[in-house]
């Protein structure tokens, strides 16, 4: 007989075992403190990988999901309604991109880059133009396209047969680049800062040369924005830091503060790819998820709120360097990954220690990897950073 008496057993024989969880029951939350089921206050350095960007539950944001749930919580696209408009229209306006489709998750918006490329190809010059090219190391998502589209070996196990299609570039290599850009692809994908790769952002070398090359055979660029985009690397898209313009962004994990959503923007150029028909997602636009990324949108679509973001980044690396076994700091904004050496301890066990303290951490490979609420206070910050000063001294 199971004892079904805890949570965690409760969990773990009713759902299937893909995550290698933590012993750590979350019950709720308030601003940037998350609470377990013995009422016990974690500060949140993760956001639950970087998706609750403005803590838990603001005070608008709840406001903003529980009217439209009042309201109308779901209907089919084959109608209108003004939330979906309202959130696209302001997701198109600060982004400056022409059109969006949403889906549900990163690896959708992903998944319609992907079609979107493809067909955008084909429209224009037929069949075989249908590579696409990946960054080495790279991370896209768990469908069997994207699963393919990541450029690790560790993912292309057990499910074969994968997605053909899929060819993988060396990071900051500009000749494997231009060895590899042929008459066959019709785009390049990547993510201005690998997140679940190690936390390692692009050259900027290397990115403008992405996009001479492919501007001069009419490649698309997209750019994978679901980890780096609304605000997590000081600006709306990390884009803007890089100074480029992608045909295709994709958006997911912060960008409707805790509720499932992913989009997939494109340039003008695209306004014609995805016909009725081609593509399309039930839950795609659900009007309580629009609702909550509006009033994303709404909060921090204002310089100061970003400028806040370069504050507390600078004030976050610096607070850390003076941690002695802090070796270095790589990422952008509050995207941080932290190479640390402390004899005997693995980034997990930085974790587990985290947990016992009080501080919700996350890893990326070998490194710590922060992703803070938007949100955090410099107290806060401060009050994360003394539990992680004790856990590496
Ligand atoms: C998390 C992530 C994804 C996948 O998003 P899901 O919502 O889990 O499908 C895709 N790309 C990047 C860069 C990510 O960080």
Redesign the pocket.
């Known amino acids: 007989m199971i004892n079904l008496s805890s949570t965690t057993e409760q969990f773990n024989s009713h759902i299937m075992g893909t995550y290698g969880r933590f012993d750590l029951v979350l019950e709720s939350g308030e601003n940037r403190t998350a609470f377990d089921e013995n009422n016990m206050p974690y500060i949140d350095f993760g956001s639950g990988?970087g998706t609750n960007s403005l803590g838990y539950c603001d005070n608008e944001w709840v406001d903003a999901i529980c009217n439209q749930a009042k309201k109308l919580q779901h209907t089919s696209n084959y109608y209108y309604t003004k939330i979906q408009a309202d959130f696209a229209q302001k997701l198109c306006d600060e982004t400056g991109y022409s059109k969006v489709f949403f889906g549900n998750?990163?690896?959708?918006a992903?998944e319609c880059a992907i079609k979107l490329a493809r067909k955008y190809s084909y429209d224009k010059y037929g069949k075989g133009r249908h590579n696409i090219i990946t960054l080495v190391n790279s991370?896209?998502?768990?469908t069997l396209a994207?699963l393919s589209a990541t450029g690790q070996d560790s993912f292309h196990n057990y499910f074969f047969p994968f997605v053909e299609g899929f060819i993988y570039v060396e990071v900051n290599n500009i000749e494997d680049l231009k060895s590899k850009l042929d008459d066959t692809v019709c785009a390049v994908m990547f993510?201005f800062v690998q997140?679940?790769g190690g936390v390692i952002p692009l050259k900027k070398d290397f990115v403008d040369a992405i996009f001479t090359e492919c501007a001069n055979r009419d490649i698309l660029t997209i750019a994978?924005e679901?980890?780096t985009g609304v605000g997590r690397t000081g600006r709306l898209l990390t884009s803007q830091i890089y100074d480029v313009k992608p045909d295709v962004t994709t958006l997911?994990?912060g960008l409707a503060g805790g509720v499932p959503v992913?989009a997939c923007l494109a340039r003008e150029k695209c306004d014609n790819v995805l016909t009725a028909g081609t593509h399309g997602s039930t839950f795609g636009g659900n009007p309580i998820a629009c609702a909550g990324g509006l009033a994303v949108l709404n909060k921090i679509c204002n310089k100061e709120f970003f400028e806040e973001i370069a504050l507390k980044s600078n004030y976050l690396k610096n607070k850390l360097m003076e941690i002695k076994a802090v070796k270095k700091i790589d990422g952008l904004g509050l995207m941080l990954g932290i190479v640390f050496e402390k004899d005997g301890l693995s980034a997990v066990d930085v974790v587990k220690k985290g947990l016992e303290k009080g501080l919700l951490l996350l890893t990326a490979k070998e490194k710590i990897r922060l992703l803070p609420p938007l949100t955090i206070s410099f107290d806060e910050i401060d009050e994360g950073v003394k539990i992680l000063k004790e856990i590496l001294n």
């Open positions: 990988i998750s990163g690896a959708e992903n991370f896209h998502g768990r994207t993510e997140g679940e994978d679901v980890q997911a994990k992913g």
